[in-house]
């Protein structure tokens, strides 16, 4: 999924070392960055990577360049830091004599992380459909579903709705504080295509899980109760959503979103329709949900859950699905300006233009 943010990406960066209409001259300093949701593993050199070749490809790249890698507390930083000491494209040298110094920012990006006017530019993939909390409120009411699914009730929907609204503001205010007059942010995560959630189902990967572990109630497995209070905190907003936060949150102008067509299995060509004969996409997407959906399964349910037969259920129902239908996620790529001083006093709400472009890719990456 990660390279489906690369064309925005691109272009964003490259845009910030053409244009001088704002107060900083981002190439006469140490440009600094931040990889929101960085994760712990290969995927954050690739993005760094990435971003460091884009950049050294404009005429007035900086010669210095920060990035501070933030993830929540318990992410593994001392792997990711292991794995960059062995990654020749992530060190000092590098081409056109960019000298590259990486941190760690431990923290929830719900919040503040950097001091004021500190960044230049900030990035995130596959972070912000995740809430900072389960909302609350939901108690039993969403049954055997266990995020927003098309038999959700409405006082479910709207929880998690406004749990999104919440946080993304919350986000967007920090980062509005954070980063630079006229810096950029570019954010990739999974979104909706339809405005009402119970006409469409846009989560089919946690859909299937739901699913597993219903049978899993009726074979005797799990108790209903547990299924019935288990809920995941991750939320698909429409375009529309996305829209009005930024607007009314009031630090960014929304320069541009695309969209691009994720398959459920990274691996797979949508293109090609013929069944996968091997049977080897329903383990890779159970291995993609594992990774993080076991802590939360473990903590819920405790010992009477054996993850192992989840995940080997799992994997078989979702070949099955994908042998009918080839589900993608539907995921937005937004770009951001943060406004200067000037800008937010005369429009304290916003004025926002965008191009929408449906992008659809034979591969990705997760």
């Avoid at 001259?25 to 949701?37: N, R, Y």
């Avoid at 020749?88 to 950097?114: D, H, M, V």
């Avoid at 406004?162 to 570019?186: A, P």
């Amino acid at each position: 999924m990660i390279t489906k943010t690369w064309p925005a990406l691109d272009e964003t960066l490259k845009e910030m070392f053409i244009k001088t209409d704002h107060e900083y001259e981002f190439t006469k300093c140490i440009w600094k960055m931040a990889d929101l949701g960085c994760s712990s593993g290969p995927n954050t050199l690739l993005v760094i990577s990435h971003i460091i070749e884009q950049l050294s490809k404009q005429e007035h790249a900086p010669r210095e360049i920060q990035v501070f890698l933030n993830d929540l507390p318990d992410n593994d930083f001392n792997n990711l830091f292991k794995l960059m000491s062995t990654n020749t494209k992530t060190n000092t040298n590098t081409k056109n004599n960019i000298e590259c110094y990486i941190y760690g920012a431990p923290g929830s990006f719900y919040g503040r992380l950097f001091p004021n006017n500190s960044l230049h530019f900030a990035y995130s993939s596959t972070s912000i459909h995740w809430l900072s909390q389960i909302p609350q409120g939901l108690e039993k009411t969403n049954k055997e579903n266990i995020c927003i699914a098309t038999t959700s009730p409405p006082q479910v929907f709207e929880a998690y709705s406004n749990q999104f609204e919440r946080d993304f503001t919350t986000f967007l205010k920090s980062r509005g504080e954070e980063i630079r007059g006229g810096g950029r942010m570019v954010l990739g995560f999974i979104g909706r295509s339809v405005a009402d959630p119970t006409s469409k189902d846009e989560l089919k990967a946690l859909t299937l899980l739901s699913e597993t572990l219903s049978d899993m109630v009726a074979e005797g497995l799990l108790k209903e109760e547990d299924l019935h209070s288990f809920n995941i905190p991750i939320y698909a907003p429409s375009i529309q959503e996305i829209n009005t936060a930024i607007q009314r949150e009031g630090s960014f102008n929304l320069d541009e979103i695309e969209v691009a067509l994720v398959p459920l299995d990274a691996n797979e060509d949508y293109n090609n329709m013929a069944l996968d004969k091997n049977n080897t996409s329903g383990k890779f997407v159970a291995n993609y949900v594992r990774a993080f959906a076991e802590p939360m399964l473990v903590a819920h349910f405790g010992s009477s859950i054996n993850v192992d037969v989840v995940f080997d259920v799992y994997a078989k129902k979702t070949d099955e699905h994908l042998s009918v239908e080839r589900s993608s996620y539907f995921t937005p790529v937004i770009s951001l300006t943060r406004k200067t001083v000037t800008h937010l006093s005369e429009h304290p709400f916003g004025n926002f233009t965008h191009h929408r472009r449906v992008v659809q890719t034979k591969t990705c990456s997760s």
